[in-house]
């Protein structure tokens, strides 16, 4: 359970963040960091259990009936790339309070980021595809959330950049994991994993191309490495967590991964071999073009990655271990970067190279800190970056799919080294040498120092002692694709060829970075790679332009056009039935009774009186009419909760509609023209026609079902409920009604967000100020408790008799709607409530209740007795019915706030098409 505890502990640390922030403001950081620590204590507690080759597991069901389940597993490689998103989080937790500005988003900022960790913690501890699948997407959305939520203008292009590069690699994720399900017969990862020989040829072995493409989405590999320079427009602790520890670490981890897959074969290799090492090439040589620090970091990112890409390919144990290995180092190394870049943008003003110089006057530790960490960056001893990169050099040169290809790809790592060096020289120089220019630069706070300062400092003690990682390193890479022992990792191996090439790529580079002026010119003559990102745009506008195309035909101001289409495919659809459907079953003799032709004949008649009246008080008050005729016809077959919820929509939706009439003309505008007026009874009466047939020919032709006699008998022994319709609402079919409950949570979003507007309505010329109705004043003070009581008591009783969250809901939400037109302004008590908490607090309910009896390896949304004193026990699906309620009624305070926010407008009724 320790997985679960730790992976639902970054959750909860997303939950009360809002919760620290209020009550620390910034500062909530440094709290948030001590969970993030926390959380990777007690991961790293297991260390002797996975030392001696075992794992830590834990499931729930899932998806039971397709043999899915929800699984984590933790051996030593999910657990170096688990303390990697905990450890660096923490120090970039812990780095936030003083980068952030008092009067920042600090809510926002902390919530995404801890969202997103907990994601990427769910990635690297998945032991089922499918979720696997499902925390990629969430870190994708997350990262473009976190990319974008600056809120400058500058950054919307590369969020949304970034999101349909990494989400386009997640649909080849997901194409991949339905064929490896669906070709080895389970998602189980570790079951897959284990047996590499159950992998056929065919569709199976074309999964692997996806997954590698997938990894180079996530991972910016030429050609999609254009996307991470584009993400630097993000907050610097943005940059130091998602593009140097986590989001980018996520195709690493799934190569490794699917390596004892797909690994050993030809194609597998030789095309990360080849991608990695020309984008260490190419992320290289567009690094040391760059001026902006944070530009110069994500280039260098990229060219990092293309290194790990390709020593993935070689497929030896010595590969995987130096893999690993410097993942840890690069990740050190480069959130220390990042963030003493953030530092020195603060105190300097500028991220410029071009601007900064004799910095080690004015900020003499911070230039020391990043000296170590751009020693790490080029490889120099003593780091851990100069261990990983000998490792490197020493793993590529062990490649014989080809002669020589050993010695080619070292040569080619090399000279992506030799750039690096050469970079990472010209980053140090910038900051050392050279006059100080801001005479008023000066260190800033050690709590602003000491995130960077600590990950410096073990990125350069941990080259020495590296030792202490290397059981844990070469176990990793046993766990990550068993073949052999990894070499035993240590500082010093004696003169080899890696060190010979790492003397090579010091001088090289170094001789490099001196004639920079005679070398600058000519490296920035070399072409890299096409304008991708060009493409990417152009696609884009292409896309949106066809779009447009598309939904031209519904960009029309007047309502007829949407309403002929759906009417006119039930035409259509009733046409195509006619024609294939055979002989129908016989109906029941008693399926139609005398009362009925009554109900008929009072639809009608209210039916011409609305199409006939130019009152709009008169339609609304038909409109109605209609739908309670309909309530009594349902009550009188039988059916009394669908009469209730028919009855209370009409009454609520006549409330709506008067809020939207309110303070406009009472007469309907007169209709368009004659053919138009032709055309759409025409089409009224054709509907009306399939729509009653489709009802004659459909309905009392056939016996109780299997599963309605099922729930007849067994409903009420299995929840314990005697309203069958509830009881299949929340207890047999909750998942379904979340969905729908989902939906209407997503429209009451959209209904808030068009609402805000209205805190300024006073200030609006169009606004019109309505006086307070004595007689509906009246009304609500007299009705509004009774409503309240009755949706109260509808709640409660819903599991039992007549009633549910839904109707108890509706209720409520017509007291709401009451008091907004008693009071424009908003009633005494209900004018405040709001629908974003509302919505909020419903929807976490329903979840919480959902994923409750997982935590005791039951299915999701499974029903459950509560203990409650003074009462005995009541069922868990009373709190879903709670949030299903709550949401119903946000989405009706959301509408009725909107409307009573609404500018008057012109007459109602039907809408002129202008003529050109």
Not at 359 to 375: D, H
Not at 514 to 541: D, K, S
Request: charged fraction near 10%; proline fraction near 6%.
């Amino acid at each position: 359970m320790i997985l679960a505890v730790v992976l639902g502990g970054q959750f909860l640390l997303a939950a009360v963040a809002p919760v620290l922030t209020w009550w620390l403001g910034r500062n909530a950081g440094y709290l948030l960091a001590v969970g993030y620590l926390a959380g990777a204590g007690l991961l790293l507690s297991q260390r002797p259990l996975l030392l001696a080759d075992q794992a830590v597991a834990v499931s729930w069901p899932w998806l039971p009936s397709l043999g899915v389940y929800a699984e984590l597993r933790m051996d030593a490689l999910n657990l170096i790339f688990a303390l990697l998103v905990l450890g660096v989080g923490a120090f970039v937790m812990a780095y936030c309070p003083r980068y952030l500005s008092p009067d920042s988003r600090h809510t926002r900022v902390y919530v995404t980021m801890t969202l997103f960790a907990a994601a990427m913690l769910g990635l690297v501890l998945a032991d089922d595809l499918l979720l696997l699948f499902v925390f990629w997407e969430l870190s994708s959305i997350l990262s473009f959330v976190l990319i974008g939520q600056d809120g400058r203008p500058q950054a919307r292009g590369p969020a949304i950049q970034a999101l349909v590069i990494t989400t386009t690699g997640g649909v080849a994720l997901l194409v991949a994991v339905v064929v490896l399900t669906v070709s080895l017969g389970t998602s189980d990862l570790h079951l897959i994993l284990a047996d590499p020989g159950r992998l056929a040829t065919g569709p199976a072995w074309a999964a692997g191309a996806l997954v590698i493409f997938a990894a180079i989405t996530k991972s910016a590999q030429v050609p999609f490495h254009f996307w991470l320079p584009g993400a630097m427009v993000a907050l610097t602790p943005v940059s130091a967590y998602l593009h140097a520890a986590t989001l980018v670490k996520a195709g690493i981890y799934l190569l490794m991964r699917f390596s004892a897959l797909f690994g050993g074969q030809w194609p597998w290799d030789l095309t990360l071999i080849g991608l990695g090492l020309l984008t260490a090439i190419v992320g290289a040589l567009l690094a040391l073009r760059q001026h902006d620090l944070k530009a110069l970091l994500a280039y260098s990112t990229v060219s990092q990655l293309g290194l790990l890409v390709s020593v993935i390919g070689v497929g030896t144990p010595a590969s995987d271990a130096a893999a690993i290995l410097y993942t840890i180092a690069h990740a050190l190394f480069k959130a220390t970067l990042f963030m003493l870049v953030g530092i020195i943008d603060r105190q300097a003003g500028s991220r410029d190279i071009r601007a900064l110089s004799g910095l080690r006057r004015a900020m003499p530790i911070t230039v020391t800190l990043t000296v170590l960490a751009a020693m790490s960056l080029a490889g120099l001893p003593p780091t851990i970056g100069f261990v990983g990169k000998e490792a490197i050099f020493e793993a590529l040169i062990t490649v014989d799919a080809v002669p020589w290809l050993g010695w080619i790809a070292a040569g080619l790592a090399v000279l992506a080294a030799t750039l690096t060096f050469a970079y990472a020289a010209r980053l140090v120089h910038g900051v050392l040498s050279g006059p100080t220019r801001q005479r008023e630069l000066h260190e800033p706070a050690w709590s602003f120092l000491a995130p960077a300062a600590v990950a410096a400092l073990l990125a350069t003690a941990l080259g020495p002692a590296v030792a202490i990682l290397s059981p844990m390193v070469e176990r990793a890479a046993s766990d990550a694709r068993p073949q052999g022992p990894a070499p035993y990792l240590a500082f010093w191996h004696g003169f080899t060829p890696a060190l010979g090439l790492s003397a090579l790529t010091v001088l090289l580079g170094t001789l490099l970075f001196w004639y920079r002026r005679r070398t600058g010119p000519v490296l920035a003559a070399i072409p890299t790679t096409p304008p991708f990102t060009g493409y990417l745009e152009r696609f884009r506008r292409a896309l949106l332009r066809f779009g447009a195309v598309v939904a031209r035909p519904a960009q029309v101001t007047a309502p007829a056009p949407y309403l002929a289409r759906p009417l006119l495919a039930v035409v259509a659809l009733a046409a195509v039935a006619g024609l294939l459907l055979g002989p129908l079953p016989t109906g029941h003799p008693d399926a139609t009774r005398p009362g009925d032709w009554l109900v008929l004949g009072l639809l009608l008649v209210a039916l011409a009186g609305l199409l006939t009246t130019r009152s709009a008080l008169a339609a609304v008050a038909l409109t109605g009419a209609v739908g309670l005729i309909l309530a009594a016809w349902f009550l009188t077959t039988g059916a009394p909760d669908v009469a209730l919820t028919l009855m209370l929509v009409e009454v609520l939706t006549t409330v709506v509609v008067m809020l939207a009439l309110r303070g406009r003309p009472g007469r309907l505008v007169a209709p368009g023209r004659r053919v138009g007026l032709i055309a759409g009874a025409g089409l009224a009466v054709l509907a009306g026609v399939a729509a009653a047939v489709a009802t004659a020919a459909l309905t009392g032709r056939r016996d109780l079902s299997p599963a309605g006699d099922w729930y007849l008998r067994e409903a009420s022994a299995v929840t314990g409920g005697q309203n069958l319709v509830n009881t299949i609402l929340v207890d047999f079919r909750a998942l379904d009604t979340l969905g729908e409950a989902v939906v209407l949570a997503v429209v009451a979003v959209g209904l808030i967000g068009l609402a805000r507007p209205a805190k300024a309505a006073g200030q609006r010329p169009d606004a019109v100020r309505h006086a307070v109705d004595p007689v509906l004043e009246l009304a609500y003070r007299v009705l509004a408790p009774v409503m309240l009581v009755a949706s109260a008591v509808l709640f409660l009783r819903g599991h039992q008799e007549l009633g549910g969250g839904f109707i108890a809901a509706l209720l409520a939400g017509t007291a709401v709607g009451l008091g907004h037109l008693a009071h424009p302004a908003g009633a005494p008590l209900l004018g405040r409530l709001r629908g974003a908490p509302l919505l909020t607090v419903g929807l976490l309910l329903a979840l919480v209740v959902g994923l409750a009896p997982v935590a005791v390896g039951r299915a999701f949304l499974t029903p459950v007795k509560l203990p409650l004193p003074g009462v005995g026990s009541v069922s868990s699906a009373l709190l879903f019915d709670l949030g299903v309620y709550l949401m119903v009624l946000a989405l009706v305070v959301a509408a009725v706030r909107r409307l009573d926010s609404a500018p008057a407008g012109p007459a109602p009724g039907p809408i002129r098409e202008r003529v050109r």
